[in-house]
């Protein structure tokens, strides 16, 4: 059985069939931002837990449904954050962007908290979200995650 020649200018085919690049190896970097997206999620999922606990065991609250909403905000945004360590992993480009903005958003609250008296839980935001930041800037990382998601465009 005889293969059909290759044309160069043809684009490479993945294992998966579809066409596309070659992919290139993962970088290393890509294992630590989705490692560190997937603790922060876990750790808001933690303070989501937490703050469920409080608000069902009957801690005063200014507004139940304030603090029903700021339960859901805290679940959805944990849910944002494990996906964007997924799907970074796999090398989609999205999440890149989403990865930054979760890293700004704990630049935000972290600078705060160090300044405010609580140095540890400063750091604990500060360190990981700047080791992300700087990662996510890498040219590896950004040749890694390039690919796109659904159908190629149209035109």
Known sequence: MSRPPVNPTDPA???SGAPGPAP???PAAIAVIAILAALEGAALLAVAGWYGFQLVSGAPVLSFWGA????????????????VGHF???????????????QLFMLTIGFPTLTGGYPLAGLAMLVPAAIAIVLLFDKRVIAFASRAGGQPPAL
């Open 24 to 26: 290139a190896a993962r």
């Open 88 to 102: 970074l992993f796999r090398g989609y480009r999205w999440p890149r962007a989403g990865a930054l903005v979760a």
């Open 68 to 83: 029903v909403f700021t339960l859901g905000l805290l679940l959805a945004f944990s849910a944002w954050l494990f996906a």
């Open 13 to 15: 085919e993945d294992k």
